[in-house]
């Protein structure tokens, strides 16, 4: 196995700041709202078999045989409805994410996406470069899922077997139900009902899985649902005040149920006027939020019969929500310095490494 060349070691040098540092990795965006960039996207994103879990060379014949032709112009008119003067809302909100969790702890936090850019491995190298030696791992989910958590440690170990002198590294493999994190959602919901008035019923919105993965052992169900819980019980909502379900199925293969645009439409039938959505397994609001659920859940809704849809959106850059995100991190990065070093140490590291026959 090969190496990639290691950064040059300058004895005694000072790191661009603390050797320490927080990878906070979301999912992934495409470069533009266009087919090319989408078919780019989507050719990594559904190539990974922690995503599309059916025998490796049918899907393969499947993907670039017949998704990759069809599906990029589609999800490329969706995207163009989300779409910011600044890029992606995902990118967007995840590195406003990352600049304000570095104020608060005062350690470097470097924004990386899974699938498209920035990649993962290049901003592992970019921390290497700058003399970073321990590097705590953050992936942007809430519940942890083989498809999304597990997904960003493989990509993390991928980089791994090609690094010849590797940092340390931990992993947060989940906050579902991180006290913080549950009275950041509860805030947020809070402050629409002040703006906005409450609507009939709160329904939580997270993304869908196969079924198949719950009865595989995967626990991303039951940590959606202890989410729900215990945000409808921080908001002291009673049985049938409250709904959890799920959206973005993809496939003819059953999903987690009870599914959410089906679900508003039944309740707008039955009678339901008013609902607040909420999409608490999203740390930013993204194309699934954004589109899926303001757009299109919400056409659903009214054209059956209900009358007010209000959307309210991720924690993105809500201090309660960096605040808890911060609060996991440094429970995770205890024992870790986090301090830059003395000028006067790295002398002194430079004067004997000198003295031992370092030639820099």
Request: contains cysteine; positive net charge; hydrophobic residues 40%.
């Amino acid at each position: 196995m090969a190496f990639l060349p290691e950064p040059p070691q300058r004895h005694g040098a000072a790191p661009a700041g603390p050797d320490v540092a927080v990878l906070l990795c979301n999912l992934g965006t495409p470069d533009a709202p266009d087919a090319p960039a989408l078919r780019r996207y989507l050719a990594q994103f559904l190539a990974d078999p922690r995503v599309v879990e059916i025998p490796r060379l049918i899907w393969l014949v499947i993907l670039h045989g017949i998704i990759l032709r069809i599906r990029p112009a589609k999800s490329a008119a969706k995207y163009a409805t989300v779409w910011t003067p600044e890029g992606s809302p995902l990118k967007v909100w995840t590195e406003k994410q990352a600049k304000l969790l570095q104020g608060r702890l005062g350690v470097r936090v470097a924004m990386a996406m899974r699938y498209g850019q920035p990649a993962i491995a290049a901003t592992l190298d970019a921390l290497k470069r700058d003399g970073v030696r321990r590097v705590l791992v953050l992936p942007a989910y809430p519940q942890y899922s083989g498809a999304t958590t597990a997904s960003v440690i493989d990509d993390v170990a991928r980089w791994t077997l090609q690094t010849r002198h590797l940092p340390e590294l931990r992993f947060i493999n989940r906050y579902h139900d991180e006290p913080g994190y549950i009275a950041a959602l509860a805030q947020t919901v809070r402050e629409h009902w002040q703006r906005e008035g409450r609507g009939d019923k709160l329904v939580m919105s997270f993304h869908g899985m196969p079924e198949r993965t719950l009865h595989l052992g995967d626990p991303y169900h039951c940590e959606c649902l202890k989410t729900g819980r215990l945000l409808a019980e921080s908001l002291g909502l009673k049985d049938g005040e409250w709904l959890v379900t799920f959206q973005s199925r993809f496939g003819k293969a059953k999903w987690l149920e009870p599914y959410t645009e089906p679900s508003l439409v039944k309740l707008a039938k039955g009678g339901l006027k008013t609902v607040d959505v909420i999409c608490p397994g999203f740390a930013a609001d993204c194309l699934e939020t954004l589109e899926e659920i303001d757009q299109e859940a919400r056409a659903a809704f009214l054209a059956a019969g209900g009358q007010r849809f209000a959307y309210i959106p991720c924690l993105n850059d809500h201090p309660a929500g960096i605040k808890a995100l911060a609060k996991l991190a440094e429970r995770h990065l205890q024992g870790w310095t986090t301090e830059a070093p003395h000028p006067d140490t790295l002398a002194l590291q430079r004067q004997r490494a000198l003295a031992a026959g370092a030639k820099q």
